[in-house]
Nanobody, 118 residues
């Protein structure tokens, strides 16, 4: 059994910053990659950023230069530093892990709300 638990969401004013965390636990052999996705009301879930075990990163164009993804392999934890937040960043943010147990599978966290509003 694998669990991903996100934290760090909340309400912030435009131009502000938030840092999200996602910790994976359970019967994990290794984590190949982790990523952040978001879903705003009425929209499909979209990729925000991903990071592989060796540290390679990928970002959506809409967040490049503002968001930074990082990971701590020893803690099975991934972070998303979000700066210069805009109202259009408002969404539920989900963590996803590509995790090896007895097989390779995708695991999702429960989501954390980020609201950018004055």
């Amino acid at each position: 059994q694998v669990q991903l638990v996100e934290s760090g969401g909340g309400l912030v004013q435009p131009g502000g910053s938030l840092r999200l965390s996602c910790a994976a636990s359970g019967s994990i052999f290794t984590i190949n990659a982790m990523g952040w996705y978001r879903q705003a009301p009425g929209n499909q879930r979209e990729l925000v950023a991903t990071i592989t075990r060796d540290g390679s990163t990928n970002y959506a164009d809409s967040v490049k230069g503002r968001f930074t993804i990082s990971g701590d392999n020893a803690k099975n934890t991934v972070y998303l530093q979000m700066n210069s937040l805009k109202p259009e960043d408002t969404a539920v943010y989900y963590c996803r892990g590509t995790i090896v147990t007895n097989y390779v599978g995708y695991y999702w966290g429960q989501g954390t709300q980020v609201t950018v509003s004055s």
